[in-house]
């Protein structure tokens, strides 16, 4: 059962521009939201997590933007730039499920310039 | 600071046969998770372990082992290899039990053919 659903699978924008990925989840018991960025030949490395007590968090040019009501989140990624091409995965995670990271699909992402 | 660091990069074996990942985990951590990434799709997590116990497992057949050293580094065996195998194997360290923290290396590429 895929407890974590992330659309698109693909996205294309041009540089300058807004990069908007979602994900949706099921398992109420998830009280943490990461985001990661995985580039070709590498692992994912985290970008921005945020918990469910806020509706929203800004590091630098990435927000998350949470709703816990309808059970999604999502990243938004402003000014995009062609160095931000990667495949951009959302994750959730819980003390229920012991930590472990349940994964979306993946959002491939081409920043075109 | 080293992070952390999985061998080999890339393994191409036979089906039916057996095969070992290892992990060295970044300094300070000493939990280490294994997840495995087909093509195209996120990660999905296989077990856990800490102090040289399995503390979680995922939704995966016996033919999916591990250990893990009194250093914390960590192997990942997997016995009658099918093509399905096939995939990026990622090991990700963090600290402590239940944090989520987790550092990934850039995987060992498992080609079975």
């Known amino acids: 059962q895929q407890q974590v659903k992330q659309s698109p699978q693909s996205l294309i924008v041009q540089k300058g521009g807004i990069s908007i990925i979602n994900c949706a989840y099921e398992n109420t018991a998830f009280d943490y939201f990461p985001w990661y960025q995985q580039f070709p030949g590498k692992g994912p490395a985290l970008l921005i997590a945020i918990r469910p007590d806020v509706s929203e968090k800004k590091e630098g040019r990435f927000t998350i933007s949470f709703n816990k009501s309808a059970k999604q989140f999502s990243l938004h990624i402003m000014d995009s730039q062609p160095g931000d091409s990667a495949t951009y995965f959302c994750?959730?995670?819980?003390?229920?499920?012991?930590?472990?990271?349940?994964f979306g699909e993946g959002t491939q992402l081409t920043v075109n310039p | 600071d080293a992070g952390v660091t999985q061998s080999p990069t890339h393994l191409i074996k036979t089906r039916g046969q057996q095969v070992t990942l290892r992990c060295s985990p970044k300094s300070g951590h000493d939990t280490v998770s294994w997840y495995q990434q087909a093509l195209g799709q996120g990660p999905q997590f296989i077990f856990q372990?800490?102090?040289?116990?399995?503390?979680q497992r995922g939704n995966f057949p016996d033919r999916f082992s591990g250990h893990q050293f009194p250093n914390y580094s960590s192997e990942l065996n997997v016995n009658a290899l099918l093509l399905g195998d096939s995939a990026l194997y990622l090991c990700a360290s963090s600290w402590p039990l239940g944090g989520y923290g987790y550092t990934f290396g850039s995987g060992t590429r498992l080609t079975v053919v």
């Open positions: 994750a959730a995670s819980g003390e229920t499920s012991g930590s472990r990271l349940t």
């Open positions: 372990y800490y102090e040289e116990e399995e503390r």
